[in-house]
């Protein structure tokens, strides 16, 4: 008897996002896997489309990894017990996914048309539950997220006041007073974080991706966690 090793290579050409999804649902319940497989297949494949094709990635990534990244944020945005979700929650979610694992790898003008493009709906053959924006306002649906009770939340109420310590003089590369830019990156990298997956952040020079970072990891324990920086900067 002979025995042969081989690879099989499927191209991203001839399998698209619908069986990675469908392998993560496999782990879900059915009553949200029916829900989650609906709301993506009415309108997932025109929006990611309309992204490769329209809009420019700030960095090179397949397919199959922005799938990854939105069962990831999904995962990490349903509640692993206790509440059940209705379908009006779930299409939150999903925009609110749509917009962070697609829209995170653009700059602000793409990430303005990736959202014009999603309002769009009835051009489009779809319609979604997006946060309604005033008209006198500079708000985008960046600036919302999806509030435990299933309602558009506006990320500035998340935002906590800030209070100079009295008893020491901080660092000052170590001070990171909130607002929604760096409140909303933080509960990013702890939706990845707190499944024990990886987190990259991409962004131009004087972002704060490190002092988010050292933020947030100063917030361990040293005793259990190690943590070490490499500066490739220079």
Known sequence: TVSRNGMVF??????????????????????ERD???SIFEESFSN??????QSLNFKMDILEAVIVRQACDLLEGLIPSEGATLSSNHFKKLYVFTVIWSIGALLEWDDRIKLQHFMQSGDENSFQLDMPALPEDSDDTVYDFMVDADGSWAHWNTKVEDWVYPSDETPEYGSILVPN??????????????????????????????TVMINSFLARFN?????????NFSS
């Not at 409140?183 to 990259?200: A, D």
């Open 10 to 31: 499927m191209s991203s050409s001839g399998l698209d996002w619908s069986p990675l999804l469908r392998g993560w649902l496999n782990k879900r319940s059915p009553s």
């Open 35 to 37: 829900i989650i497989l």
């Open 47 to 52: 929006i990611l489309r309309f992204a490769t």
């Open 180 to 209: 929604v830019d760096n409140v909303r990156t933080e509960f990013l990298i702890n939706l990845i974080h707190k499944q024990e997956k990886q987190v990259l952040l991409i962004g131009e020079q004087g972002t704060a991706k």
């Open 222 to 230: 040293p005793e259990v966690h190690m943590n070490k920086g490499f």
